[in-house]
């Protein structure tokens, strides 16, 4: 039996619209902050048999259609020369970062120590899932990944980053280029490992000009798509916040399905990409902080929009928030899982 997750990416015809949340294995969730107590983040990651235990508490709790393997995108930074910490306040720190065009001769092949617990974790969930419910790897997208190396951390608007490409074009374009070409090995391990569709994250794809994303995100993005061939599992690619204006450009990426920000209207994205991809997404995060009858109608609302026949997946419009009450995040898988999509027009 193939997933509904997956006969979604593939547009095949679906009873009702699968479901899961961006991040839905983290602070929220009583179970994870309860391991966390215990296990420093990157152990955690580095422990296949905690990550599958923090990865299976999303499906335990609120029988989501899809677990996404525990990891972080910045794993693969760490393993191709840029190392990565994870403290307890102030989110990551990148502690060598890439700012002059020699800086990125140092970034090397992904070595496998840092990685290999990725794969080994998505083949414990493999097995441990039953056929219906789809297993997610992940990776940055190229554009992402080199922004954090650039930055060294979270940016509000990576003006270093989007600096570098300006300066140094042929340096900006190598490094992305190194980047993409780690992640294709990267997940091609996920894949042969068990997962059933793979999500690029180009969380910050948008900040830059439409020239960069056009001429080097969107293409970087889209060799990762390809290297992993013409036999790979569906692929969803995330374009980022602040995207909704870009969503033609983001279909040469030739991914299966493009995730949408919240910030993007479904009707209208149906209408101008819907044809052509399954698309993902988007209610605002911050509505699962409020109660779960505004969360009820939010979510029916924004299925409403979707038309007829078109594939789509139940989602966020970016990771679910820390202080989300899990009753709220259940509110909304309960509502899309009983929402019914209309029938297609007869042809
Ligand atoms: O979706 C899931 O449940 C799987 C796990 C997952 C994590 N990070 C775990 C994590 C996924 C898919 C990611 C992706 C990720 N990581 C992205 C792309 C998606 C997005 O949200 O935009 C980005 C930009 C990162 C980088 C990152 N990792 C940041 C900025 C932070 C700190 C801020 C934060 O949210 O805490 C992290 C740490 C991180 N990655 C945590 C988790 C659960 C929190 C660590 C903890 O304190 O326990």
Request: proline share 8%; hydrophobic share 45%.
């Amino acid at each position: 039996m193939t997933s509904l997750l997956v006969r979604a990416l593939k547009r095949e015809p679906i009873e009702r619209y699968p479901v899961w949340m961006m991040r839905q294995a983290g602070r929220y969730l009583p179970g994870y902050r309860a391991v966390r107590a215990k296990t420093p983040f990157l152990d955690l990651c580095g422990t296949p048999s905690l990550a599958a235990e923090v990865s299976l508490e999303p499906i335990e709790r609120f029988d989501v259609d899809a677990a996404i393997v525990f990891a972080d995108i910045l794993l693969t930074a760490d393993a191709m020369g840029v190392p990565v910490a994870f403290p307890a306040k102030g989110g990551p720190k990148l502690t060598n970062p890439i700012r002059t065009p020699e800086d990125v001769e140092r970034i090397h092949e992904p070595t496998d120590e840092r990685t290999r617990c990725v794969s080994e974790t998505i083949a414990i969930l493999r097995k441990t899932l039953p056929a219906s419910k789809a297993v997610i790897g992940f990776s940055a997208a190229p554009f992402t990944l080199c922004a954090y190396m650039i930055e060294g951390g979270s940016s509000r608007d990576f003006q270093l980053t989007r600096k570098f490409a300006h300066a140094h074009p042929h340096a900006f374009r190598d490094l992305m280029a190194r980047a993409a070409d780690a992640l294709v090995p990267y997940l091609k391990e996920q894949i042969a490992a068990g997962a059933d569709a793979v999500q690029l994250f180009d969380t910050w794809g948008g900040i830059g000009t439409l020239p960069l994303a056009r001429e080097v995100v969107l293409p970087m993005a889209r060799r990762v798509v390809e290297g992993l061939g013409s036999d790979r599992p569906p692929v969803i690619y995330f374009p980022g916040i602040g995207t909704a204006a870009r969503l033609e450009d983001a279909l040469e990426t030739r991914a299966n399905a493009l995730s949408l920000d919240w910030q993007t209207d479904l009707a209208d994205a149906h209408a101008r990409v819907g044809g052509r991809v399954c698309l993902q997404g988007n209610l605002d995060p911050t509505l699962l902080l409020t109660t779960p009858d505004q969360i009820r109608a939010a979510t029916d609302d924004m299925l409403a929009r979707i038309p007829a026949g078109h594939a789509h997946v139940a989602n966020l419009g970016h990771g679910i928030i820390k202080e989300t009450a899990p009753d709220n995040a259940r509110a909304f898988v309960e509502t899309v899982k009983a929402f019914r999509p209309a029938a297609p027009e007869p042809a």
